[in-house]
């Protein structure tokens, strides 16, 4: 692609806040680095925002609210429609934008800014049938129960989909007629703040959405103690995770916690080898495993274990890691240094215990790469329970494989985790899959099938992936407060 473009395409990015409908500098003109992972390169500069702008964003936001709630659920929803097709638009403008900031292939990257607009005209349509409920009273009173937004809802999401986390976010949380304060990651905010100019410049209402950028523990520090904020929907490490939920215990603030994962891939005897190796090298280097839904623990049946390894190793090393603007690319770099580190020390303390490697174990390196975070396709074997990598979650383009024999062993090691967001199994036998399926402690399970996110389908998790969904009839529902009327009307 012309090097010309792509500045221009940054360039034209405003880098600074987005508080009721004005761009603004951050108090003192701070601003932090974005880097691209792919060169080392410093591409921007980003106004670095702390409590002052936050409080003034959380205020624009109220005082927008009473207005944006006011208008008709059609009203809102054209609203919606309306940003989705802005998005459309300039869909391959913002993977760019995504690709220099964040490294993932340009295709995944429209792939993802897309899925941001069906979730957005999805919530358009979906918020037009948010029903109550009128029922009978015992004598004659009618009792009924309202949907009604909760207020001002903070939103904190992280860079690995800088753009889908936030549209997923804001679609239901602005279609039931909240107003919202987002604070995006500051590895990825130019995404952020190229969607936010987009609805700018279609005329989206002052302070219904608004962006602060910068200091994490100063935002997300005013964002929990504030009591105007009423809910707080956050995606990101388990850790942050908990921290935010203990910070908002005291302002009782409602929460959705999108937290990690640490997915099982369970590969039975019975399986299709061939489509399981394709569907699970698809879903590793999607977004090169830096994905809280990525198979994590491959457990593979005993009997099939070396044809499944030969065929698996093979197809990873088709697999082309490159600078995301490369359009054979199907996997970019790493988002950051520590990411490197931290697969290298999993790696060698599974190594160390005994694994084997059987493809890459280590960083990419030559002309191309040196600059970058870029890692080699890994599969390693004879993973156990005593090596990190069974509990930890990798978020980086390694397999690691664990051999079983029976069912109940290998629904007790998939459940052995704290996590529960994403699971996967493999058989086409049909009491194996009612069985499994009941058993497996996820909030979404793929049976013989790698998609687990549709715009009409829930997503989220249990046990420590945290509470809350996004997506479906229960995302959108994540954003209302019920209110309960008695209306005695008899004289
Ligand atoms: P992270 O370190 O938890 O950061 C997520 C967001 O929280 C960032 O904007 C970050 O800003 C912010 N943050 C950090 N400390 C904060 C604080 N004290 N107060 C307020 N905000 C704070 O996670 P990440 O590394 O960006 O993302 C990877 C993690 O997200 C993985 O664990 C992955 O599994 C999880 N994830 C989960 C889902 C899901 O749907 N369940 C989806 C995607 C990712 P700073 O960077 O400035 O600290």
């Known amino acids: 692609m012309d090097k010309t473009k792509i500045e221009t395409l940054i360039e034209e990015v405003p880098k600074v806040l987005f508080i009721n409908g004005q761009w603004q500098e951050a108090d003192g003109g701070k601003q932090t680095e974005v880097i691209n ?25 109220e005082k927008a609210f009473p207005k944006w709630s006011g208008l008709t659920a059609d009203e809102r929803g054209a609203w ?19 690709t220099i900031e964040q490294g993932k292939p340009l295709n995944q990257a429209e792939a993802e800014i897309l899925s941001g607009a069906a979730c957005l005209d999805w919530n358009a349509e979906e918020v037009k049938r948010l029903k109550g409920e009128t029922i009978p009273g015992p004598t004659g009173e009618l009792l009924l129960v309202q949907h009604e937004p909760l207020g001002v809802v903070a939103a904190i999401t992280p860079w690995n989909f800088p753009s889908a986390m936030i549209t997923r976010k804001m679609a239901p949380a602005i279609a039931v007629g909240n107003t919202v304060v987002l604070k995006p990651s500051p590895e990825t905010p130019l995404s952020a703040l ?34 105007r904020v009423r809910k707080l929907t956050f995606t990101g490490s388990t850790a942050v995770g908990k921290m935010l939920f203990a910070q908002s215990a005291d302002t009782v603030k409602k929460l959705s916690l999108e937290l990690g994962g640490h997915a099982p891939f369970i590969v039975f005897e019975d399986a299709n080898v061939d489509k399981v190796v394709a569907d699970l090298v698809a879903a ?13 623990r491959i457990f593979v049946h005993e009997s099939i274990q070396a044809t499944f390894t030969e065929k698996l190793v093979s197809a990873v090393e088709q697999v082309k890691i490159a600078n995301g603007l490369d359009e054979n690319a199907s996997a970019g770099p790493l988002i950051r240094e520590d990411a490197i580190e931290k697969i290298d020390k999993q790696l060698d303390d599974a190594k160390g215990k005994g694994a084997k490697i059987l493809s890459g174990g280590e960083r990419l390196t030559g002309a191309e790469f040196d600059d970058g975070y870029f890692y080699k396709p890994t599969v390693i074997t004879g993973i156990t329970k005593e090596m990190a990598i069974f509990y930890e979650e990798t ?8 051999t079983f024999n029976e069912d109940d062993e290998v629904i007790e090691a998939a459940n052995d985790t704290l996590y529960g967001l994403a699971s996967y ?15 497996l402690q996820y909030g979404m399970v793929g049976v013989n099938s790698i998609n687990i996110s549709y715009p009409q389908t829930p997503f989220g998790g249990v046990k420590h992936s945290g509470f809350g969904r996004e997506n479906g009839a229960q995302g959108l529902s994540d954003y209302i407060q019920v209110k309960f009327l008695n209306i005695t009307y008899k004289k």
């Open 425 to 439: 199994f493999y058989t086409n036998d049909i009491g194996r899959i009612a069985e499994v399926g009941r058993r």
């Open 395 to 402: 978020f980086g383009p390694v397999l690691p494989i664990i």
């Open 194 to 227: 190229a969607l936010m100019a987009l609805f700018d410049k279609i005329g989206l209402p002052a302070g219904v959405v608004n962006i602060v950028t910068g200091d994490a523990k100063a935002i997300g520090g005013v964002l929990t103690a504030d009591n």
């Open 284 to 296: 590793k280097f999607r977004n090169n495993g830096q994905v809280c839904t990525s198979p994590n």
């Open 37 to 61: 992972p792919a060169t080392g390169q410093v591409i921007a500069h980003v106004a670095n925002a702390g409590e002052k702008e936050t409080e003034q964003a959380i205020t624009a936001a």
């Open 80 to 98: 919606l429609h309306k940003m989705a097709d802005a998005i459309r638009g300039a869909a391959k403008d913002l993977a760019v934008v995504m």
